[in-house]
């Protein structure tokens, strides 16, 4: 049945200032929250699920039918040179995968690896990557480069049955520069180590 609500909960300050008078003639009370409930529950959900979004797996996806640029990509994993540990695996160096467009020199795609590399691994973010390239349209690259040979005798006839290059080079130059200048910016002089915090003491540092 038609109703009007005794209030109406609204998220922006400038519409319960443009409403509140207009809605009282009607006898609806208009009241400013930042975060309505369950409003934002729903839009950190749907946040969630944006980014949380799964793809079909790698052999699902036909990627001859995305169009074809000219971009040139290069793939391989990379070995975190620290050490991490949690309860289930005890210490060790995580696994991440990075995908590079080599003339502009843009990571298409950074992840952790679900566990060692893996030839099957690299051709599935490769495929994820083609279809979600940096949050731009589905696109084919015309060449992939590699170092690994593993990864290329794997990659290769699958790309190439799909009118992508795949070539095999002694060292990914564009790949390690990326790696190296990602690096350097974790340590510039403002880097600095929790206890060198103003007024940081052993009993905070404990906590």
Not at 83 to 108: C, F, H, T
Not at 156 to 177: I, K, M, Q, T, Y
């Amino acid at each position: 049945e038609p109703a009007r609500p005794s209030t109406l909960v609204v998220c922006r300050r400038d519409f319960c200032a443009a409403w509140e008078a207009l809605l009282a003639e009607i006898g609806v009370r208009c009241q400013f929250k930042k975060d309505p409930q369950p409003v934002g529950q729903l839009l950190e959900a749907m946040g969630d699920a944006i980014e949380k979004r799964e793809l079909p797996p790698a052999e699902d996806i036909d990627i001859r039918a995305f169009p074809q640029s000219d971009a040139v990509w290069q793939a391989d994993f990379i070995r975190s040179p620290a050490w991490v540990m949690n309860e289930q695996e005890g210490s060790y160096r995580p696994w991440s995968v990075l995908v590079l467009d080599k003339s502009r020199s843009i990571a298409l795609t950074t992840s952790h690896t679900p566990g060692d590399p893996a030839p099957e691994m690299l051709l599935e973010f490769l495929v994820r990557t083609m279809a979600q390239p940096g949050g731009e349209s589905a696109q084919r690259p015309r060449l992939v480069e590699v170092s690994d040979s593993d990864c290329y005798d794997h990659l290769r006839p699958r790309l190439e049955a799909a009118g992508v290059a795949c070539r095999l080079v002694d060292e990914l130059s564009e790949f390690n520069d990326f790696c190296l200048r990602l690096a350097r910016s974790f340590d510039g002089l403002e880097k600095c180590a929790l206890a060198d915090g103003q007024d940081v003491t052993r009993a905070h540092m404990e906590s």
